[in-house]
């Protein structure tokens, strides 16, 4: 095998304080990235809203591990809100408009895998909120 295609392994453990505020304001701690995608630990405290937005160029899945909310989806005429919960799993394909929020008494935490990965500040465009 060509040496020069291999990648470093990477081993991280969750970082006990979060990295940045997303565009939508929850928390991320960032974990590992690789060419084809990336992955955070996504954290939005009891009874907090996001901001809504849309990604230009990056779809994502979303996996469930702790608290309760809501996420409300829009694409075009089509629109949706699902409760998630510890082993929900969801996509948030390119130009969705998506919100979520955190309806019970503990933190909202979910991994998420972002393809590719996060290109930076102006990949999320802010659109009409769904919740106030």
Known sequence: MNKENNLDFETKHLPINYDTLAP?????????????????HCTLPPQ??????????????????????????KQGQREEIV??????????PTDTHFQFRNTGSEP???????MP?????????????HWK
């Open 108 to 114: 909202l935490k979910f991994l998420i895998t972002t």
């Open 83 to 92: 409760e998630v919960k510890n082993g929900v799993c969801i996509t948030i």
């Open 48 to 73: 907090e809203i996001s901001v809504a937005v849309c990604h230009k160029t990056v779809e994502e899945v979303w996996y469930f591990i702790e608290g309760h909310g809501e996420v409300w989806r």
């Open 117 to 129: 990965p996060w290109p930076g500040e102006n990949e999320a465009v802010r659109v009409k909120n």
């Open 24 to 40: 939508d304001r929850s928390e991320i701690r960032l974990l590992l990235t690789m060419r084809g995608g990336s992955i955070v």
